[in-house]
């Protein structure tokens, strides 16, 4: 995927959910994934003409990890002219270790999410960008429905108003195939994921599902994707103002 598609799909999905306000300060979480990375370079480059001003910067949380190397992100976020502030936390042995959580996903995501939004509060962010693409659009909703028994799916916009804070997720339209395409081009230096857990979780099922039934029935991810849009989830109807 060439750049211009990237930005015309970034630029579709802020548009439509109203992501960015003028003057914004936009935190993007970057794991050193290709999704993160993809999100970041776009932001940058669309805020060098998108009609209302706004700044991006980088916020990376280290889980503690031993043999995590951040160097090909820092060296990354300089060439892109994108300050990067680096969180040490010991997150990934307080879920893995100490509590040894019989689903430690949902509580690495809630104290990852924690230490981002104190960094964005800390940094006078007024937005923080997540690298949800439409995969995990789908994916999300295929697990609320399979494993809590609920349609939900991650709204475009959220409102932390104890925070003065939304979180957006410009990557919405972009399929992860586009974003392998176009990271494979721009030969990004993406980091490894050091979670021991990494490809056998729930959403490693879903995504394999999600590609099952496309197989079988092609076209069968974009019309879930249809239907969640068209789903009128609750949380959905937040203007990102």
Not at 47 to 75: M, R, W
Not at 131 to 156: N, W
Not at 170 to 176: A, F, G, K, R, S
Request: hydrophobic fraction near 40%.
């Amino acid at each position: 995927m060439q750049l211009q598609k990237l930005l015309s799909l970034i630029r579709q999905a802020v548009d439509r959910y109203n992501m960015i306000a003028e003057g914004d300060k936009i935190a993007v979480g970057v794991s050193g994934g290709k999704d993160s990375l993809t999100l970041l370079y776009a932001l940058k480059k669309l805020s060098q003409f998108y009609p209302k001003h706004f700044t991006v910067c980088a916020i990376c949380v280290d889980l503690g990890y031993d043999n995590t190397d951040f160097t090909g992100i820092d060296e990354f976020c300089r060439n892109l002219d994108v300050p990067l502030t680096l969180i040490s936390t010991q997150i990934g042995k307080i879920v893995m270790e100490e509590r040894k959580e019989s689903n430690p996903c949902s509580l690495c995501a809630k104290l990852r999410k924690g230490a981002l939004v104190d960094e964005a509060v800390r940094l006078g962010c007024t937005r923080i960008a997540y690298a949800h693409h439409k995969d995990d659009f789908v994916e999300t909703m295929l697990m609320s429905m399979i494993f809590q028994g609920k349609f939900y799916a991650f709204p475009p916009v959220t409102l932390f108003e104890d925070k003065n804070l939304r979180v957006i997720r410009p990557l919405m339209l972009v399929e992860e195939s586009q974003v392998k395409g176009f990271v494979k081009r721009q030969e990004f230096p993406v980091l490894k994921s050091p979670c021991p857990i990494d490809g056998t979780t729930k959403r490693a099922y879903a995504k394999e599902l999600v590609a099952q039934l496309q197989r079988e029935h092609p076209g069968t991810k974009e019309r879930l994707f249809h239907a969640i849009t068209e789903g009128k989830i609750e949380d959905w109807a937040l203007p990102g103002v």
